[in-house]
C-alpha cells in the first residue's frame, strides 16, 4: 500500500521559511506527477504547487516568488521550500501523487504563521 509521509511544518513568524518534505513508498517514483496542496480553516483546499514528470511546474499565484517545490528521485520525496512566509499561508499542507488514475495523499501537516 503507498504510503506518503510528511514532515517539516510547524510554527514560524511572518517573514520566516519553512521547508516540507514528503517521502513516498512509491516504486519508479519518477514517473509520477507531485504537487503540493493546502486547506485553510474554512476553505476549499487549494493547489500550491505542481511539479510533472514531463512539463512546466506551476505554483498558485499567492505563492509565486516565495515557495519552491522540488524532487529527488533517488530518495521518493518531494520537497516544498516556503520563504517569507505571510500569516495568510497558514494551513494544513498535503502532498499529493498522481498517475493517471492512481492517486495518493499524505496525511498533512500544519503549517502557522504568526507573530
Known amino acids: 500500500q503507498v504510503q506518503l509521509v510528511e514532515s517539516g511544518g510547524g510554527l514560524v513568524q511572518p517573514g520566516g521559511s519553512l521547508k516540507l518534505s514528503c517521502a513516498a513508498s512509491?516504486?519508479?517514483?519518477?514517473?509520477?506527477?507531485v504537487a503540493w496542496y493546502r486547506q485553510a480553516p474554512g476553505k476549499q483546499r487549494e493547489l500550491v504547487a505542481r511539479?510533472?514528470?514531463?512539463?512546466?511546474?506551476i505554483y498558485a499565484d499567492s505563492v509565486k516568488g516565495r515557495f519552491t517545490i522540488s524532487r529527488d528521485n533517488a530518495k521518493n520525496t518531494v520537497y516544498l521550500q516556503m520563504n517569507s512566509l505571510k500569516p495568510e499561508d497558514t494551513a494544513v499542507y498535503y502532498c499529493n501523487l498522481r498517475l493517471a488514475i492512481q492517486e495518493y495523499w499524505g496525511q498533512g501537516t500544519q503549517v502557522t504563521v504568526s507573530s
Open positions: 511539479n510533472p514528470n514531463v512539463g512546466a511546474t
Open positions: 512509491v516504486s519508479i517514483f519518477k514517473v509520477y506527477t
